[in-house]
Nanobody
């Protein structure tokens, strides 16, 4: 099992910045992809940004140029720096981890609220 603990989030005005961080623990040696998803009220959970171990990051079109994902494989953390935030970025943000292998295990954090006010 892998445990993911998020920190960061909160309330920010439109145009502002916010950072999220996620620490992984447990059976972490088999983790490949780490990243962030979000879910706004009444909407499906969607990918924000993910980064594979030793690979290139992938971003949702809606956040390209504004959000930056980074990963520390020594500390087993993944972070998301969010700049130029918009009201439509308001959502619960979830840390995600996916294992290597033919049968991939997926793990989720508890979620952290990001609210962007006008």
């Amino acid at each position: 099992q892998v445990q993911l603990v998020e920190s960061g989030g909160g309330l920010v005005q439109a145009g502002g910045s916010l950072g999220l961080s996620c620490a992984a623990s447990g059976n972490i040696f088999n983790i490949n992809v780490m990243g962030w998803y979000r879910q706004a009220p009444g909407k499906q959970r969607e990918l924000v940004a993910v980064i594979p171990k030793g690979g290139r990051a992938k971003y949702a079109d809606s956040v390209k140029g504004r959000f930056t994902i980074s990963r520390d494989n020594v500390k087993n953390t993944v972070s998301l720096q969010m700049n130029s935030l918009k009201q439509e970025d308001t959502a619960v943000y979830y840390c995600n981890a996916e294992s290597f292998g033919l049968i991939k295990n997926t793990y989720w954090g508890q979620g952290t609220q990001v609210t962007v006010s006008s």
